[in-house]
Structures are given as structure tokens and as C-alpha cells.
């Protein structure tokens, strides 16, 4: 109530943010070593009545809000600590609220649960406390990328800064009901019985073509060009990285790098087989409701959005008569999931041989992270524990479908346990590019979208096309020139901006 009655002081007086102390708070804990951050969780929290009741702010994703998973988290804690005094509710924020403006202000978040690559900017104005590793009952559990994500250098120090709550990446979604009913014969060149379209996306292209012939209302694979997270992979494929020196030299830009304008050609080829909503976020917005009703056959998704295509499935077979049992345990069998396809070594998708390479995708950890303008850093901690505890990894996992960042919950989890452990796998074998952990990622995403789109739009672009030759293949000279004025673009953002 002290923070929200400031807040509105401020505005009511009509005075800059500033009078609050906002700045000053700012360039106060700036200025501040880490270690003194860190002095702040001495101590242990104390039994019996508080000298005022503690109440702490908690900003969870939208995901966990409308799933319900944050209530059954917060009335969980709350019930372990009410003998502290100590009550945990939600921030009531945007999930992707600035820690950096609002929280020197006083109406941030105590404790907050995003992905690495917001979290870590913070650490730059100090605006995350550095955990104690020795009150972490999660630490140990963490595998080496996920602490390394999360570690913080500064002065010759590494400083932890966050706890993995989750492991996420896109992978590919399909619906098994919907395979063929000649797929063992035609759709299974190698034998294996695999099906070939869900392993090589030359197959998948082709597929998408064939499907959308027998009915213009279906399609293969479908997904919206616009999200740089889930597009980035393409050109991660082919050699293409964020930043220099493992994502920390900020002057070197590396979308451009190796042959990335094959990952363009293949963005351009898949979207002249989907349909114009793959230009803007149209196929994202549909994405569940569509793959429920199955005109969507496969989508690129991540682990957290499982828990929506099941229910969505779940509904659309009820639609079809099935009973709640039947339709549960249908969803249960038919929703799969699998490493993105491999991608040809030549680029071309019409090829039906030759040899091909294996997806890279952009990937990342979700954590939580403790505000350094908490009153309650204590407390805060205490909510962070039980947050990211073995319990609670499992829950999240039961809830949402989540891949735990606990190895022990990652071993030990059921709701898409394959998709938990092959994600990890993946991480192993460095097919999940991980956000960068630096300020300048905040200024790839807009020129990344730009690009994207502008790349998804040629199969839809009246009259003359600029990446699309004659012939119909990807005009790699055009592709290669928008990729280095992309990387300019980012370059001049980050140090215009930054």
C-alpha cells in the first residue's frame, strides 16, 4: 500500500517521478558494489509477528496467470509462511514490465519470473540482487548451461543472478491423427517408420503443398514469420550468430555470417507454402485454435503453450462428440512433438536428395530473479526457494507442460517428459542458440521482424518480387544484401539507443 500510495502522490502533486526518488534510488544502487547487494540476504527471517505484515509483489508470465498455476502458487506459499507474516500476490503487471523504470519509482515487482535475455539486462544498473548460491536449495540441481546463463561477471567476480525455472526452445508440434493414411508407403522413403515430413522439411515441403491440393482449407507446416524468436533458427542453421564472442561483443553482429542467406531462402520458400497470414502474427494467433481444429497439420511452439493445445484439442474433440475421458486421453495421443526437421545443406527445399544438416533453434531459460529496490529481500528470497522448488518445477511442469531446468524435476517430470528430456539433449548438442544474456539484445528484435517480414511477404508482393527469381528459387544475392543492412540496423540501434 506504501508503494502504490507514493505512486499516486507523485502523480497527484503533478511533479516529475524524479521528486519520488525515483533517479536517486536509481543512481543509488548503480553506484552500489554488488557485494553490498548481496549483504542484504544476512540473516534469517524470524517466526511470529512481523513489525508490519510483509507483502510481497510477484510478476509471473500471462501463461501461469491464465492457467491458474500463479493462484495455486501464491495460496501455497502463503499458507507455508503465514506463520511469517509474509503474503505473496501478483504484481498485477505486464508480464514484460520494465524492472528498470518502474522499480526505482517504488511499483515494481519483489521478486519477478522472466527469460534470461530481459533478466540479465538488469544487471547492468544493478537492478537484480546477486543470489546466494549456499540459500539455494535449486542450485544444485541446475545443469552447467542453465547456471552459466545466469552468471554475471563483473570486476573478477561471477555473481548468480537468477534461478532456471524452465528450459524452452521451439519445437515441432504435429498432430498424429492427421498423418496420411498412405504415409508408411509414401511419405516413409527411408524406412524408418518415421514420417518423413516431421524429420526433413524438404518432405514437410512437399507435404504442405500436396495437403493444401487435396484441400484448400488444410495446411502442413504453418507459423508466423514476424516472431524473430522462432525465425532466428534458419539462420542459425547455416552459421549465423547474434553476437561475437559468445554472445557477449556487442560490435560484432552475425546474422549475416556464413551462408545465413540460405536460412533466408528457406523463410521464403515455406512461405509460399502457407498463406499470407505467415507475412504478420495472424498464423501465431490462430496457431492453437487452428491445430485443434486441424487445419493446421504443424507448428512451431514451445514447451509452456502445451498446456492451451491440449485444451484446445481437447475441446475440438468434443465438438466431434467425444466424451471428456475420450477426449482427454485423444489429445493425449495425437499431440507430438519433435526437434525442428533438418534442413537441406543446398538451401533447396524442392530437392528431394542430398545431404542435410540439423536445426539449430533460438532457445532460453526462464527464471526468477529478486528486485534489488525489494524492502523484503528476505522474504523475497524465501518466495523464490519455494518457487523454484522440486514441487513446484513438477507442478509447473503438470500445469503448463514445461520443460524443468531442475535436472532432478527434468528426470522425474510426466506431462510431455520425452519433449523435457529431448530438450535437454538438444542443449547437450548445441542445437539451441541461447538468447544472449547482454543489453543490446533488446535492439535485434524490431529490425529482425522487419526483415523477416519483408522476406515472407515476396511470395505475396504484387507485381516484381525482391528475393524470388524467375525460375522460383530464392534470389540468395538480394537475400544476402537485406541480411547486412540488418545487421547495420541493429548495430546502429544499439549504439544510438543504448
Not at 533438418?342 to 542430398?354: A, I, M, N, R, Y
Request: include cysteine.
Amino acid at each position: 500500500m506504501k508503494k502504490a500510495i507514493s505512486a499516486l502522490l507523485c502523480g497527484a502533486l503533478v511533479v516529475p517521478l524524479v521528486a519520488c526518488n525515483g533517479g536517486g534510488l536509481r543512481e543509488k544502487y548503480a553506484q552500489q558494489s554488488l557485494e553490498k547487494l548481496y549483504e542484504r540476504f544476512e540473516g534469517d527471517i524470524e517466526r511470529g509477528t512481523a513489525a508490519k505484515p510483509i507483502t510481497l509483489h510477484v510478476l509471473e508470465n500471462d501463461t501461469a496467470k491464465k492457467s491458474g498455476y500463479l493462484k495455486e502458487l501464491l495460496d501455497g506459499f502463503n499458507k507455508m509462511y503465514a506463520e511469517y507474516h509474509i503474503v505473496a500476490i501478483d504484481a498485477n503487471q505486464d508480464q514484460f514490465s520494465d524492472l528498470a523504470e518502474n522499480g526505482p519509482y517504488g511499483y515494481g515487482p519483489d521478486v519477478l519470473y522472466q527469460a534470461n535475455d530481459i533478466l540479465m539486462r538488469y544487471c547492468d544498473g544493478k537492478h537484480i540482487i546477486p543470489l546466494p548460491i549456499e540459500k539455494l536449495d535449486a542450485y544444485e540441481y541446475l545443469p552447467d548451461l542453465v547456471k552459466d546463463t545466469y552468471t554475471y561477471s563483473l570486476g573478477g567476480h561471477d555473481y548468480f543472478m537468477g534461478v532456471g525455472v524452465n528450459m524452452q526452445a521451439p519445437m515441432l508440434y504435429y498432430r498424429k491423427d492427421l498423418l496420411p493414411e498412405n504415409w508408411e508407403t509414401e511419405w516413409d522413403a527411408d524406412g524408418n517408420g518415421v514420417f518423413d515430413p516431421i524429420e526433413d522439411m524438404r518432405a514437410m515441403y512437399r507435404w504442405s503443398i500436396a495437403r493444401n491440393a487435396a484441400n484448400s482449407d488444410q495446411y502442413g507446416f504453418m507459423q508466423s514469420y514476424d516472431d524473430p524468436y522462432f525465425s532466428c533458427g534458419y539462420l542459425f542453421s547455416y552459421g549465423a550468430y547474434v553476437f561475437g564472442d559468445d554472445n557477449t561483443d556487442m560490435s560484432d553482429i552475425g546474422f549475416d555470417a556464413a551462408n545465413a542467406e540460405l536460412g533466408a531462402g528457406i523463410i521464403l520458400q515455406l512461405a509460399g507454402v502457407m498463406n499470407s497470414g505467415c507475412v504478420d502474427n495472424s498464423i501465431t494467433v490462430a496457431r492453437e485454435s487452428e491445430f485443434a481444429r486441424g487445419s493446421y497439420f504443424a507448428v512451431p511452439n514451445t514447451q509452456d503453450m502445451y498446456g492451451t493445445l491440449f485444451s484446445e484439442t481437447v475441446a475440438a474433440y468434443r465438438k466431434q462428440g467425444m466424451t471428456a475421458a475420450e477426449a482427454n486421453a485423444a489429445a493425449n495421443e495425437n499431440i507430438c512433438a519433435v526437434p525442428m526437421p533438418d534442413l537441406p545443406v543446398s538451401g533447396d527445399l524442392t530437392e528431394t536428395e542430398g545431404d542435410t544438416i540439423e536445426s539449430i533453434v533460438m532457445g532460453g531459460v526462464s527464471a526468477y530473479a529478486i528486485s534489488s529496490y525489494t524492502e523484503y529481500p528476505k522474504a523475497s528470497l524465501a518466495f523464490l526457494n519455494y518457487a523454484t522448488s522440486y514441487e513446484q518445477a513438477l507442478r509447473r511442469n503438470e500445469v503448463l507442460g514445461i520443460a524443468p531446468a531442475r535436472s532432478d524435476a527434468n528426470a522425474d517430470c510426466t506431462v510431455q517428459a520425452d519433449v523435457a528430456h529431448s530438450l535437454l539433449d538438444m542443449y547437450n548438442d548445441n542445437r539451441i542458440s541461447v538468447m544472449p544474456s547482454v543489453s543490446g539484445v533488446s535492439q535485434i528484435w524490431t529490425p529482425l521482424a522487419t526483415a523477416f517480414t519483408e522476406i515472407a511477404t515476396d511470395p505475396y508482393r504484387p507485381g516484381g518480387k525482391k528475393f524470388t527469381k524467375q525460375d522460383g528459387r530464392p534470389n540468395y544475392v538480394t537475400l544476402n544484401a537485406l541480411l547486412d543492412d540488418l545487421c547495420d540496423n541493429i548495430y546502429n540501434a544499439i549504439y544510438t539507443l543504448a
